[in-house]
């Protein structure tokens, strides 16, 4: 893998150790999209970024965090991964149009509007029913706009996703997710999203979690260097990265976490099933952050070149962080800006 | 009043407004220390720093966040009052050692360790027992000197500060009292601990509150200028400042918000009492920001220099912030640092 390729994944959650930082060293990460939140409220999210804080003092010569997107370039520079926060659903925000500000003042780079269910925001993608954009989901849009977090719709139904697409003033992403073409899960996206997510300057983040892969944990590496090059052709290869979803070392509560929060009495299996109700096998070659050069590889064989993997490893992701999650400066202009 | 000085108020908490943002400026403050809370939960604390972002966005020409100290200078620079945050108690980090760099990050700069009761880390000035700094209050203030916090001891009661002042590796304030030799007030502090803040490269601010004032609202400029000199000569020029404790347009709700919290069955009265419940009424020399260069000329009259008066005013505030609330790297060496 070229060592000058910016190379970055677009979602992960792990039980975060030494090991899990090492092996993102190993596989030549420049930085990684880390979710701090699935269902946790603001307060609880305080306690989360606390956490990271605590990595950050522990591991100082493993990782640093990513507060804005020039932090990306010090992270390759220092030989450190950068760690992009982003909560997986809006709880962070709670019914506060001011807590954009807030949380993203504390790193927040990248917020999902909904996580699987309907949200005050918007519609989840496992609803039966998608109303659109919420009243004060056209808000909180407008308002990510200004202070610079992004708009990630993985977890989102269509019709709300499209009407995102159409609301912002800036690029949406789904960072980790596939082509319903290539696989027909809940959770991946129909050509009209695709195509939607293209023609607004977006990105679709590559999902390596097995159930939004043909044949599920026996997906080949062909097979996915296929959908890979699908969508290259139909979205263009400056509109698209890597988003694993890879979830390590994680036990069943956290999976039944992510899956039922608060909001239900019975067990949901969300992409499962109550015969398959916990983590799927791992793929046989990507099972930890060390293998993307071997996937790198891969799509090299099928003949991207090297300037295309740069756009595909990382670059697409920091020129789209870049455009988008700029801090702005939103205290207006002085006075002598104004004169 | 010299308009090359930097003119800082060391405590202020109006019912915030256009006008009183324009007094700031009639009076020539370069920056205001504001309360974000007093009783407030980490919760209700990112409230009030929301409702600062409105204010951020409503008044651009007037104000504008003071995140770290450089940011003063640019305020100075821009014509604009910055505004320090501060709490006036530890509430908003409840009982999580981690809130405290999450509140920094967030821009609060000053915190009190006690509102007048005991708190999780001290004792306050209005409890019959002080037992000095708790287990949690020493950890609590090496982490505020890691992270760039200024440790105040306003309301604190007499063997805390000076635990606090002795346990801290960076200097001690007192934002907003007066001397108990000028007047006896529960709030106001003993030689033993001015000179401690003196020692430890402190600062005390004077306070204009009329019941920390010889004679309440009747005390004359003359007085408080005899009152200015007697501590500049016990604690040296550059240990002083201001902290005028100014409470503009808060209703008497507001008042008893700050006595008794949510802690109080019965009505407690602070300074007052029960036949003295309400604001005090002001000093006819001081009812706003605007009387700040009425009180600089006195004191100038009264002989110090413009290089002893470019201090009290807010050069030595400016000095004691870049000392010790200078944001730290606080996430360690990078590799390369580290070579």
Redesign the interface.
């Known amino acids: 893998m070229n060592p000058d390729w910016t190379v970055i994944d677009g979602l992960q959650y792990s039980a975060w150790s030494r090991e899990i930082f090492e092996q993102m060293h190993a596989g030549g990460l420049t930085a990684v999209h880390v979710t701090v939140a699935y269902h946790e409220?603001?307060?609880e999210t305080?306690?989360r970024?606390?956490?990271w804080?605590?990595r950050?003092?522990a591991f100082?010569?493993l990782i640093?965090?990513v507060y804005n997107p020039d932090d990306i370039a010090k992270a390759k520079?220092?030989?450190?991964v950068g760690i992009i926060f982003g909560a997986q659903n809006c709880s962070p925000i709670e019914d506060?149009i001011?807590?954009v500000?807030?949380m993203r003042?504390?790193?927040l780079m990248i917020m999902q509007l909904t996580y699987n269910n309907q949200s005050l925001l918007a519609c989840g993608c496992y609803e039966d029913e998608d109303s659109g954009l919420t009243r004060f989901g056209k808000q909180v849009i407008r308002e990510m706009n200004r202070v610079g977090m992004v708009i990630d719709m993985s977890h989102s139904a269509e019709r709300s996703t499209l009407e995102a697409i159409a609301h912002s003033e800036q690029p949406v992403i789904i960072s980790h997710a596939n082509p319903s073409h290539f696989h027909p899960a809940l959770r991946n996206k129909s050509n009209k999203v695709v195509d939607a997510i293209a023609a607004n300057e977006g990105l679709l983040g590559f999902s390596l979690y097995p159930f939004h892969l043909k044949n599920g944990p026996q997906c080949s590496l062909d097979e996915f260097c296929d959908m890979v090059a699908w969508t290259a052709d139909r979205m263009g290869v400056d509109r698209i990265g890597f988003g694993s979803d890879l979830c390590q070392q994680q036990p069943q509560t956290v999976l039944e976490w992510m899956r039922n929060g608060r909001w239900s009495k019975a067990m949901d299996f969300g992409e499962g099933s109550s015969n398959n109700a916990g983590w799927p096998d791992p793929l046989a070659w990507f099972a930890n952050s060390s293998d993307f050069p071997g996937i790198a590889a891969a799509l090299m064989a099928r003949g991207f070149s090297d300037e295309e993997m740069a756009k595909i490893m990382g670059g697409n992701w920091v020129a789209l962080l870049t455009r988008v999650a700029q801090p702005r400066d939103?205290?207006?202009?002085?006075?002598?800006d104004?004169a």
Chains 1, 2 share one sequence.
């Open positions: 409220t603001t307060r305080l306690t970024l606390g956490e804080n605590a950050f003092e100082p010569e640093r965090p520079t220092e030989g450190r506060e001011r807590l500000e807030i003042r504390l790193g939103t205290t207006g202009p002085s006075k002598e104004a």
